[in-house]
């Protein structure tokens, strides 16, 4: 017993944790496209820094 | 390289072969990503099917197998983060630490909430009413108000470098006030009553600790995966902010010339 | 530092002096709260107060009026570090705050120490007006006046503070209880309970309240004197 | 030329993310009175905020009375030591014309004693000085800020529109006092549209447009005629 609020919990976190990706995910790919090439290397700066 | 106005010159000597893409991914986020997508589906394996029901909590207990190490990672990990970029932004204003506060926060909020919505929901069952003022629930209430505060801070319109000093500040407050806030809403409920729950009290065989274990696991590969990226897209604004700014310089002396 | 504090305290409680916002719209404000409360809680009601043997029943106003003192004070809280924001907010005066070449901790000192003499003079009628409406005893004086100074000096420093976060922001009067109210919960908490202990005993559950209150007071102080520079600072 | 009080090197200055100076280039000297000159939004006031050490030097170089802009603490240092009379007066409307001007004198660590000769000198002082600032006219607000200004003593004088809201008399109360200050060896910066009073003031006009100096003129120029320039001239004082 239980399962009435276990269900709804795992899919509360799903829903948050999946709708915050997605939303991220979209706003990183619309961003990198108006951002002239020569200053997306956050790549090269991240990693050098991790 | 944390620079926090980077010379056009630098940037175009530095262009390297590589090209850059148009996403926030990249080799080793997409391994991590990988890894965190396994990791939730054998979490959600062992959470929901493998482990056998506890004893007296029956199957809502499996709810504090998300809800705890959500917990964790939020209150231990985010926030401390957020606290290390603030510390490191005010010392050597380099955008990379404030940038990095920022995510943490925002990610560390939003796994706050989960534990807030799991957390009411367990007790539900447990307690028979989906709020108790039990200390953990309470102070993590409070905590997460506490952020969301920051992050709207964070959001205000006005001067970015104003507005990420005062981030910074407030980003240090807020770790020593959520101990403050942990330690009193602790202590009040402690004299009132016992713990109502212990996770160290209940009965839990091998498949659950190691479940548990997997849930602190996975969160943690989660919340570097999700932060990363999160870092990124604010890189990537903070680079688009940049850009206008050349445009706007040309734009603004440009004002003179046709007068 | 000191010289500037005082400085700045003196010109703050002299704005007061002659505007009078706090005394003649703030502390009506908190006294109307107090009899709000009276209509929220139904006054009639009664709780069973203590354990075992010695229980009896007690009005309910009674029994919670230390809650009722610090929201009232709590809300006050807001409108006067708002007052002490606004002065400064126009006309440029942060500017010439900046310009005058003033300890920006001396400005904290003296910007909080105001607030805290006005906050004082503020919970000495509330007080009253408590004593007053919901009745409750007084046990332990020593203990209820040092939990009253400690609480005030802590919600002043972390008032002004969070108040100089958001000074000469557009959203300034939003945001400030948004970041103030969680910060003060704990202090909320502990001067309810300090209070509690004060007014019905035993005085003994009290002082490791009150300890926590001055605790506080100490670090926010402390947080403050370091961080009010980089806060008024623009850029 | 005298040694430079004022040397700004393409200096940019950031209002949030508009680049409100563009790449300034200025250098004026010891005993100078410079009259900057350009349309509204023209980037006058931010040129006096950044040489007041309160707007941020977000690109180029600049040095104000030997501080270095680019360096937070300098700039600290470098506030105390110039006066700033902006578009706001900086006054308490609760407090009286003299406790007003007690406080920021003593805020400022000036000298006391300057506070009564000063507002009597402005003509605030007398009847004036226990009215509450609330109750004057803006004209009157400039004249008790000015008072504050001349306590404090500063090295540069940095105005912004200082005429304006002034009648006759406080206008010529002005020049004076702006001619006394560099005639004892300090130096000024003036933001005025009104040219025929400040030209004759000024040792030298600086153009400033779009962010930028477009111009400058060492001499003083005639009165009313500013090299041709008249499209500058768009005669609002704000």
């Keep these: 017993m239980g399962w009435e609020y276990v269900i709804p919990g795992y899919l509360i976190a799903a829903v948050a944790i999946g709708g915050y990706t997605l939303q991220m995910l979209r706003r990183g790919r619309a961003l990198s496209a108006r951002v002239p090439e020569e200053r997306r290397r956050f790549l090269a700066e991240k990693a050098d820094k991790t | 390289m944390n620079d926090p106005a980077p010379s056009q010159d630098a940037f175009e000597s530095a262009l390297a072969a590589r090209t850059a893409p148009l996403h926030t991914g990249s080799k080793s986020t997409r391994v991590l990503g990988v890894l965190a997508l396994v990791l939730l589906v054998s979490l959600l394996a062992f959470a929901l099917v493998i482990t056998p029901p506890e004893v007296s909590q029956r199957d809502s207990f499996r709810l504090l197998y998300l809800h705890v190490p959500s917990a964790i990672v939020s209150l231990y990990v985010a926030f401390a983060i957020t606290l290390v970029g603030s510390i490191i932004y005010l010392r050597k204003q380099s955008v990379f630490w404030d940038l990095l506060a920022g995510a943490a926060a925002e990610v560390g909020v939003l796994f706050l909430g989960i534990t807030l919505v799991t957390g009411m929901l367990w007790g539900k069952p447990t307690w028979g009413v989906y709020w108790q003022w039990d200390p953990r629930l309470t102070s993590t209430a409070v905590s997460f108000v506490l952020y969301a505060g920051y992050l709207a801070v964070r959001k205000l319109d006005m001067d970015p470098v104003v507005r990420s000093r005062r981030a910074a500040v407030l980003g240090i407050v807020s770790f020593l006030n959520l101990i403050i806030v942990r330690y009193s809403v602790q202590w009040w409920r402690g004299l009132h009553q016992g713990q109502t729950f212990d996770v160290a009290d209940t009965q839990m065989d091998g498949v659950m600790l190691f479940t548990a274990l997997l849930g602190v696991i996975t969160m943690h590969v989660v919340f570097a995966w999700l932060v990363i990226h999160r870092f990124r897209v604010a890189w990537l604004e903070h680079q688009a902010d940049e850009a206008g700014l050349d445009v706007a310089l040309r734009e603004r002396r440009a004002e003179g010339a046709n007068v | 530092m000191l010289r500037d504090a005082r400085l700045v305290a003196s010109k703050d409680l002299r704005v007061e002096a002659t505007s009078r916002v706090l005394t003649t719209q703030v502390l009506p404000f908190a006294l109307l709260v107090l009899i709000l409360f009276g209509f929220g809680i139904s006054p009639d009601q009664q709780v069973i107060s203590g354990a075992g043997e010695g229980t009896e029943r007690v009005a309910i106003l009674e029994k919670v009026a230390p809650g009722l003192f610090w929201l009232a004070v709590l809300f006050s809280t807001l409108l006067a570090i708002g007052r002490s924001f606004a002065i400064e907010s126009v006309d440029g005066n942060l500017d010439a705050l900046r310009m005058a070449g003033l300890d920006p901790a001396g400005v904290f000192l003296g910007k909080m120490s105001a607030v805290l003499a006005e906050l004082l003079v503020l919970e000495l009628v509330v007080g009253l007006g408590c004593f007053a409406l919901y009745g409750p005893p007084l046990a332990h004086p020593v203990l209820l006046v040092t939990t009253v100074l400690s609480a005030t000096l802590g919600i002043a420093a972390a008032g002004t503070l969070y108040a100089a976060l958001a000074a000469g922001l557009r959203v300034r009067d939003t945001l400030v209880p948004l970041l103030v109210l969680p910060v003060l919960a704990p202090v909320l908490l502990a001067a309810t309970l300090a209070t509690e202990a004060a007014l019905f005993g035993p005085d003994g559950d009290g002082w490791p309240w009150a300890l926590l209150l001055g605790a506080f007071a100490v670090l926010y102080t402390g947080a403050g004197i370091l961080a009010f520079g980089t806060l008024v600072e623009e850029s | ?238």
Aim: aromatic residues 2%.
């Design chain 4, 1 to 238: 030329m005298t040694t430079p009080v004022i040397e700004l090197a393409g200096a940019v200055s950031l209002i949030g993310r508009f680049p409100a100076l563009a790449g300034a280039d200025l250098s004026v000297g010891t005993g100078e009175v410079a009259l900057l000159q350009g349309p509204n939004g023209a980037g006058k006031s931010t040129l006096l905020r950044l040489c007041a050490g309160l707007a941020p030097l977000s690109g180029g170089a600049g040095t104000v009375l030997g501080h270095d802009l680019s360096d937070r603490r300098e700039r600290r240092a470098l506030r105390r030591r110039v006066g700033l009379l902006g578009h706001g007066t900086a006054l308490y409307d609760d407090l009286t014309v003299e406790q007003n001007v007690r406080f920021w004198t003593a805020a400022n660590h000036g000298d006391l004693s300057t506070i009564e000769p000063a507002m009597d000198r402005l003509g605030v002082g007398g009847r004036l000085r226990t009215v509450p600032v609330s109750g004057l006219s803006a004209g009157q607000r400039r004249r008790t800020a000015m008072a504050v200004l001349v306590c404090r003593r500063p090295v540069l004088w940095l105005l912004d529109e200082p005429h304006a809201g002034l009648d006759a008399a406080g206008r010529d109360l002005v020049d004076e006092l702006v001619h006394q200050a560099v005639a004892s060896g300090a130096t000024a910066l003036v933001a005025s549209h009104e040219l025929d009073r400040v030209a004759g003031l000024a040792t030298r006009v600086v153009h400033v447009v779009g962010g930028h100096i477009t111009a400058q003129h060492s001499d003083a120029p005639a009165h009313g005629d500013l090299g041709g320039r008249g499209d500058l001239d768009d005669g609002e004082a704000t």
